[in-house]
T-cell receptor, first 110, second 113 residues
Framework: RKEVEQDPGPFNVPEGATVAFNCTYS??????FFWYRQDCRKEPKLLMS???SGNEDGRFTAQLNRASQYISLLIRDSKLSDSATYLC???????????FGTGTKLQVIP | DAGVIQSPRHEVTEMGQEVTLRCKPI?????LFWYRQTMMRGLELLIY????????DSGMPEDRFSAKMPNASFSTLKIQPSEPRDSAVYFC???????????FGSGTRLTVV
C-alpha cells in the first residue's frame, strides 16, 4: 500500500459545483497534513494546512479523519480558476518524513 | 521576499555530461528540500537539509546524484554522469519549520538527450 494515496481524477465539474477530494495515508502516527495546489507547468503552492478540528478558508474546507486515516478537501462554488492538480502532503517521523500524494486533477468547466 | 530562487529554469544536456542545479532558499528558512517530479512517479523527495546538514538522503536515486549546502543561502544538486531517465522537473523548497509548510522554487526542467 502506498504511504499516501489520491484518486488521480480528472474530476470534471461545472462552474458553481461543489467537489470533494480525499487522500488516504498509511502511517497512523502521521502528525501534520497539508493541501497544495499545482497549476500546469508550475510549482506546487501551499493551499491550506489541515487541522484536527477541521478548518475553512473561504470556499475551501479541509478535514482530517484520524480514525479512518484520510484527509479531505471540499471546494464550494467552483470557479474556472480552481482548475489545477491538488496534492496532499503528510508529515511523519517527527516532521522529518514528508510524503506527497500524486495529486488529483480538477477541471472546472464553463 | 524574492521567494525560493532556482537556476537554471531549463537545462538541456547530452547523456554523460555533468549537470548542476542551484537553489537559494528564502532568507531565514532553516530547512531545504530537493524534489524531482515526473509524470510517472509524481513528486519524489530526494534530500532534506536542516541547518545546512543533510538529514535524509534516502531518496537520492544513486551515486550519480549528490547535493551540498555549503551555507544557509545556497544549495546545489549535481548529477554526474547524467542519463536520459534523469529528465524531470527538479524543485527546491524551503521552510521555516516543516509544520508550517514549504515554499517551492519555480523548478528546473532538465532534459537529458
Amino acid at each position: 500500500r502506498k504511504e499516501v494515496e489520491q484518486d488521480p481524477g480528472p474530476f470534471n465539474v461545472p462552474e458553481g459545483a461543489t467537489v470533494a477530494f480525499n487522500c488516504t495515508y498509511s502511517n497512523s502516527a502521521s502528525q501534520s497534513f497539508f493541501w497544495y495546489r499545482q497549476d500546469c507547468r508550475k510549482e506546487p503552492k501551499l493551499l491550506m494546512s489541515v487541522y484536527s478540528s477541521g478548518n475553512e478558508d473561504g470556499r475551501f474546507t479541509a478535514q482530517l479523519n484520524r480514525a479512518s486515516q484520510y484527509i479531505s478537501l471540499l471546494i464550494r462554488d467552483s470557479k474556472l480558476s480552481d482548475s489545477a492538480t491538488y496534492l496532499c502532503v503528510v508529515l511523519s517521523g517527527g516532521y522529518q518524513k514528508v510524503t506527497f500524494g500524486t495529486g488529483t486533477k480538477l477541471q472546472v468547466i464553463p | 521576499d524574492a521567494g525560493v530562487i532556482q537556476s537554471p529554469r531549463h537545462e538541456v544536456t547530452e547523456m554523460g555530461q555533468e549537470v548542476t542545479l542551484r537553489c537559494k532558499p528564502i532568507s531565514g528558512h532553516n530547512s531545504l528540500f530537493w524534489y524531482r517530479q515526473t509524470m510517472m512517479r509524481g513528486l519524489e523527495l530526494l534530500i532534506y537539509f536542516n541547518n545546512n546538514v543533510p538529514i535524509d538522503d534516502s531518496g537520492m536515486p544513486e551515486d550519480r546524484f549528490s547535493a551540498k549546502m555549503p551555507n544557509a543561502s545556497f544549495s546545489t544538486l549535481k548529477i554526474q554522469p547524467s542519463e536520459p531517465r534523469d529528465s524531470a522537473v527538479y524543485f527546491c523548497a524551503s521552510s521555516l519549520e516543516p509544520n508550517y509548510g514549504y515554499t517551492f522554487g519555480s523548478g528546473t526542467r532538465l532534459t537529458v538527450v
